[in-house]
């Protein structure tokens, strides 16, 4: 059995084959252990500019983590308990964990069915909710195809639109980044993210002046200034100086670590291209292919094939948002047929920089042997 060899085994990620940015990520620690300055120092004020500069935006406001980013962004632009949020419910129920910790409602609008994000033609349906905000999730690290149009409706009708950028860090349309479009850009830069921290760590991103100065508010108790709780729904969310070096000393190589995992993702399309497989819409730059992710009828058999071929895979997302059961939800099963549809079909491969070409045809070959 070669999946019995953990050596073998293709994996669905590895971090350190990612950093040939180690020596200045070590210099960067260093330097903030000879600071001395732990919170909210110089560290995160230079990230933050260079961060905001990379996505072409004002301002970046850094946080704790990409819930964080989501949550207070959807405070931040005036979302309150009750009101309605629409977003999709196959982004693996981060836009709705956000939503319930303010008590709202999340309201799930279906997608796509080629690219799997929110879909602008289902939007006008849901007017009437009188929506607070909408979450448009660039899933997969795809630049969602709608985002023009669901911007327009959201704007004719005064709806702020939220951008969850935490699989999409560098994805660029035109001249725009992810993040630069809406209202808000949220970002989160856990270890696997496209840019990862040695850590947890946050983001946002936005051109209104009004909503970063709230944004830094939040994320320190709601303070205005020193002891004076002006800002209800504040907390600490701070992402600390050591996460803000690595980050700083890691974002010249996004890009560059981006077009690697396009790399990856144009030889799976390539190898897949005559197989009864669904695959990513699009492999130009406003994907970032933070998972390659394909569609397949007969999933349980095309993992376990995978499996004894040492491949590992994964399943982004199982469950739907609207059939969890963490949190009751009005919306019953069947009421949307394309994101039902696609939580029983996707399977992630292996896709990441770093992955070697060995493991890249290995994987290739696992795959088509699956269907003879
Ligand atoms: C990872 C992720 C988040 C949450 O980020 P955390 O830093 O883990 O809180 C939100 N949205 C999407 C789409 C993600 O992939």
Known sequence: ???SHLVDIVPMFRSKRQDQSDASVQEAINAVLESR???LGNQVKQFEERFAEFCGTNHCVSLANGTDAL??????VGVTPGRFVLLAANAGFYGSTAVRLIGAVPHYID???RSLTLSAGALDAHRG???AAVIVTHLYGQLAPDLEKILNWAEANDIPVIEDCAQAHGATRGSKRAGSFGTVGCFSFYPTKNLGGYGDGGAIV???DETASKMKQLRQYGWSTKYVNALPGGRNSRLDEIQAAILRAKLPYLDKCNALRREVAARYAAAFADLPLMLPVSLEEDYVAHLFVVRVSDRNAFRDHLKNAGVSTDI???IPDHQQAAYPCDQPRDALPVTEAACESVVSLPCFPGISSDEVDRVIGAVRTFFG
């Open 71 to 76: 949550e207070l962004a959807l405070r931040a």
């Open 316 to 318: 982004h997302y199982p």
């Open 129 to 131: 909710l009188r929506p």
């Open 111 to 113: 997608i796509d069915q």
């Open 37 to 39: 300055q732990y919170v």
């Open 206 to 208: 936005t051109n209104e």
């Open 1 to 3: 059995m070669r999946n």
